[in-house]
Nanobody, 126 residues
Framework: QVQLEESGGGSVQAGGSLRLSCTAS????????MGWFRQAPGKEREGVAAIATGGGTKYYADSVKGRFTISLDNDKKTLYLQMNSLKPEDAAMYFC???????????????????WGQGTQVTVSS
């Protein structure tokens, strides 16, 4: 059973930066996808960024390309999301997620992820 724990959320002004972290435990052998998703009040959950732990392929939502960067420290089993140039519309609860993967294409943000963290809140004021 994979367990995920997020940290790093907080409040920031528009144009500011935050870095989210997600520590994973309970991995078995094999490749995984790890990703960040977010959900704002009254809106559906949406994929933000994902990475394949094997080959390192990354996927980003169009709304965050050029501003957010996903990265993975395999030794620490920690996933990061560096968020720059934050906008009020980025405010949401951010969730770390993971799933097993036989192919890096399984890591797309439209795919179903099986394991989820509790979330960390990001607030962006204008």
């Amino acid at each position: 059973q994979v367990q995920l724990e997020e940290s790093g959320g907080g409040s920031v002004q528009a144009g500011g930066s935050l870095r989210l972290s997600c520590t994973a435990s309970g991995y078995t052998y094999g490749s995984y996808c790890m990703g960040w998703f977010r959900q704002a009040p009254g809106k559906e959950r949406e994929g933000v960024a994902a990475i394949a732990t094997g080959g390192g392929t990354k996927y980003y939502a169009d709304s965050v390309k050029g501003r957010f960067t996903i990265s993975l420290d395999n030794d620490k089993k920690t996933l990061y999301l560096q968020m720059n140039s934050l906008k009020p519309e980025d405010a949401a609860m951010y969730f770390c997620a993971a799933r097993g993967a036989y192919s890096e294409s399984w890591c797309r943000l439209t795919e179903r992820y099986n394991y989820w963290g509790q979330g960390t809140q990001v607030t962006v004021s204008s």
